[in-house]
């Protein structure tokens, strides 16, 4: 079984759309979080959330929205995408936020044209 | 603020000999470190972490990694390197509010 989960693997869309990043972690971990990957590789924090509780908000456009409908999952949705929102987003849980070890998701792949 | 640089984009080895893949941080009070691999088109790997206690620390794969306070410092080792063992490596340092910082990647080859 996969312990971090993200759908869609793959997207592609038009600038302006709307689109949204599921994930879903079944190690019954209270932190869940969300990373940019750029197109050269450089990885850094967007959000955070700890049981449902969002507790880490980066510099990230509002267009950007974080949900935690329960604990086991954390969905991005973007608003009105933009060519510079193409980036891989990935995952990834922890078994609470003081926990050292953060478990990643394969990553989703979106590309805005 | 915490940061941690990875002074190679790229590490090139050949199969059975040893690598290196450096790390140096900047931090104010004491680190908690960590290094992830990342294989193509996966999500990143769990590879080690330092806290505290002994500064060479043994991760998955064979890999261990030397903690150096002194030249602030947590290169990644192995002693015989795999083809196996290509992939993008990120060095990581987590700060107070429990975010984690990663450096800039480096990539390594290892060629048979």
């Known amino acids: 079984d996969t312990a971090v989960s993200q759908t869609p693997k793959y997207l592609v869309t038009q600038m302006g759309n709307d689109k949204s990043i599921k994930c879903e972690q079944n190690?019954?971990?209270?932190?869940m979080y969300w990373y940019k990957q750029d197109s050269k590789k450089f990885l850094k924090i967007m959000f955070s959330?700890?049981?449902?509780?969002?507790?880490i908000n980066e510099t990230v456009p509002n267009r950007f929205s974080p949900k935690s409908p329960d604990k086991a999952h954390l969905n991005l949705h973007i608003n009105s995408l933009e060519l510079g929102d193409s980036a891989v987003y990935f995952c990834?849980?922890?078994?609470?936020?003081?926990?050292?070890?953060?478990?990643f998701g394969p990553g989703t792949r979106l590309t805005v044209t | 603020a915490q940061s941690v640089a990875q002074p190679e984009d790229q590490v090139n080895v050949a199969e059975g000999n040893p690598l290196t893949v450096k790390c140096t941080y900047s931090?104010?009070?004491?680190?908690?470190l960590f290094w992830y691999v990342q294989y193509p088109n996966r999500g990143l790997q769990f590879l080690l972490k330092?806290?505290?206690?002994?500064?060479l620390v043994k991760g998955s794969y064979g890999f261990e990694a030397e903690f150096n306070k002194s030249q602030t410092s947590f290169h990644l080792k192995k002693p015989s390197a795999l083809v196996s063992d290509s992939a993008l490596y990120f060095c990581?340092?987590?700060?107070?509010?429990?975010?984690?910082?990663f450096g800039q990647g480096t990539e390594l080859s290892v060629k048979p």
């Open positions: 959330y700890n049981n449902k509780e969002l507790i």
């Open positions: 190690l019954g971990h209270d932190t």
């Open positions: 330092y806290i505290t206690g002994d500064n």
């Open positions: 990581a340092v987590r700060d107070w509010g429990g975010k984690l910082i």
């Open positions: 931090v104010s009070g004491n680190p908690y």
């Open positions: 990834a849980s922890s078994q609470d936020r003081r926990s050292y070890e953060q478990y």
